[in-house]
């Protein structure tokens, strides 16, 4: 039995990832993960206690994270400030934990030879024309455009050198835009249907021709098992599921689907810096890891998702006036 520690494990996608890990192995699953306001413990609820418990801390926290790096056989580091828009009003706490807090981590992976994995994000290589035949690869030059991705990008950086000069046995991923149940409603899928749910109309920025690449969180947790299980030391794998859209065409789709016209829609003021296209070239993980994506209909996934909001209202509603006070604030 593999002893497996989770950062960020409260927060959407590490709460995937520690549920299929759950489903998928008889791996032992610690989540450490500080409950900033994205993180919520019953995004953990239900798991078998005997193999799996919650800490709450700050990866930043060096003799706690040591600690636990004792008792684990492998760590998988989700826990980041994650938002764009939150990173362009108040960048501090993206440089605390996504910087210093991967600093920390891996000087404890130093001390101890833990195996690290490190999630990141396809945004590290900046945008793409959206005419552009091309798509990311793991060769594409890093070019971050906004203080969330800038210091995601930093914290690649400091893996890729922590692995070159002390040895570290890391691995990195960057995955592009995921989507399923556990969002927080601040990202863009879930404030839209939660907005439907409330009779508000949705809100796109600028001119809504903007295209993400999005995957469902489902399939980005599989991969990451893939490399943990299968990944070479000091390697970067690409993340993505062919699933390019533009945000207008998300929209509609939201709005087809929950009844309504697919024009009921309101343009807003555009986020500063906005990236106009992700797109990823996942060949590598394909070919040298074997893995492919499950969920290749994005109109049923985001079916699924909508279901699971109307599903968990309790879940959700608790964030939703002061998300959408935050947003009042910047036009949005
Ligand atoms: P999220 O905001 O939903 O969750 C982040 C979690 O980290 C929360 O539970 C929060 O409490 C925790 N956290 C924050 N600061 C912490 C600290 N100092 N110590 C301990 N825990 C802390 O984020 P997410 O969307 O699930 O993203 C998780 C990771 O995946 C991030 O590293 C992000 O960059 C990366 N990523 C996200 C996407 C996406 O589409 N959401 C795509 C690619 C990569
Ligand atoms: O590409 C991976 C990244 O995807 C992750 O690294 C980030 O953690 C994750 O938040 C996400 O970043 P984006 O900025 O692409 O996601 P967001 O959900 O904030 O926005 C998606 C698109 O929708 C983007 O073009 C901005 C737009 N948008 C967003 C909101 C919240 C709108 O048009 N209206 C909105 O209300």
Redesign the pocket.
């Known amino acids: 039995m593999r002893r497996l520690l989770v ?2 494990g ?5 709460s995937d990832f520690v549920h299929y890990v759950m489903e998928h192995t008889d791996d032992y699953v610690t989540v ?5 306001y ?2 919520n413990a019953r995004s953990l609820d239900g798991l078998d206690p005997q193999r799996f418990r919650l800490v709450i801390g ?3 926290d060096a003799p706690l994270v040591d600690r636990l790096f004792a008792e684990h056989d492998a760590v998988v580091h ?6 764009n828009d939150n990173s362009l009003t108040g960048p501090e706490p993206f440089v605390a ?1 996504n910087v210093v ?1 991967t600093f920390t981590l891996l000087e404890a992976a130093r001390r101890s030879g833990i195996r690290y994995h490190h ?3 396809d945004e590290v290589y900046g945008d793409l024309e959206l005419d552009d035949p091309e798509r990311f690869t793991e060769q594409t030059p890093y070019n971050p455009s906004s203080p969330y991705s800038s210091t ?1 990008a930093g914290s690649d950086l400091l893996v890729r050198a922590w692995v070159r000069s002390f040895g570290v046995a890391a691995t990195i991923s960057n ?4 989507y399923g149940p556990r969002q ?1 409603v601040e990202k863009f899928i879930p404030r839209q249907i939660t907005n439907v749910i409330d009779g508000i109309r949705p809100r796109l920025y600028g001119d809504g021709r903007n295209v993400r690449d999005w995957i469902h969180a489902d399939d980005h947790s599989s991969a990451v098992l893939a490399i943990l299980d299968r990944g070479v030391i000091g390697e970067t794998y690409l993340i993505g599921a062919d699933g390019e859209k533009s945000n207008r065409e998300v929209v509609e789709i939201i709005l087809r689907a929950m009844d309504q016209p697919t024009d009921a829609y309101d343009l807003v003021t555009d986020r500063p810096g906005h990236d106009k296209r992700y797109a990823i070239d996942w060949t590598k993980i394909r070919d040298e890891l074997g893995w492919e994506p499950r969920y290749r209909h994005f109109e049923s996934g985001i079916a699924d998702t909508i279901a699971w909001y109307r599903a968990n209202e309790e879940w959700w509603r608790p964030q939703k006036a002061s998300t959408e006070a935050k947003y009042e604030l910047t036009g949005q």
């Open positions: 950062t960020g409260a927060g959407f996608i590490g450490l993960d500080k409950l900033t994205a993180g700050d990866i930043c989700y826990a980041a400030e994650s938002h934990t807090g999630i990141s994000t995601k995955c592009s835009n995921n927080h």
